[in-house]
Nanobody
Framework: QVQLAESGGGLVQAGGSLRLSCAAS????????MGWFRQAPGKEREFVAA????????DYADSVKGRFTISRDNAKNTVVLQMNSLKPEDTAVYYC??????????????????WGQGTQVTVSS
């Protein structure tokens, strides 16, 4: 059983920063690409960012490009989402997830086989 656990969410003011972490169990962490998704009330789950197995290739949603940075440390089985210049529209539950899919399909929710429980991010105005 693969387990993913997000942490680092909270309440911040617009313009502030948060650092989300995702800790993965198991010994095959470096065999999979990892992604971050978010879901706000009344909205569908949407792609935020993803990173390949080795950490050398990343992709971001247009809405977060230039503000968020995804990274990973395979020695520690962790993936991080650094969020800067936060906006109220970033408010959502943030999930990390695992995929073996190609980068061209990273934005497809159905290609992720394991998900964390989510962590709440609230950005006040």
């Amino acid at each position: 059983q693969v387990q993913l656990a997000e942490s680092g969410g909270g309440l911040v003011q617009a313009g502030g920063s948060l650092r989300l972490s995702c800790a993965a169990s198991g010994r095959t962490f470096d065999s999979y690409a990892m992604g971050w998704f978010r879901q706000a009330p009344g909205k569908e789950r949407e792609f935020v960012a993803a990173i390949n197995r080795g950490g050398g290739y990343t992709d971001y949603a247009d809405s977060v490009k230039g503000r968020f940075t995804i990274s990973r440390d395979n020695a520690k089985n962790t993936v991080v989402l650094q969020m800067n210049s936060l906006k109220p529209e970033d408010t959502a539950v943030y999930y990390c997830a695992r995929t073996s899919g190609y980068a061209s399909r990273w934005r497809e929710v159905s290609l992720y086989d394991y998900w964390g429980q989510g962590t709440q991010v609230t950005v006040s105005s």
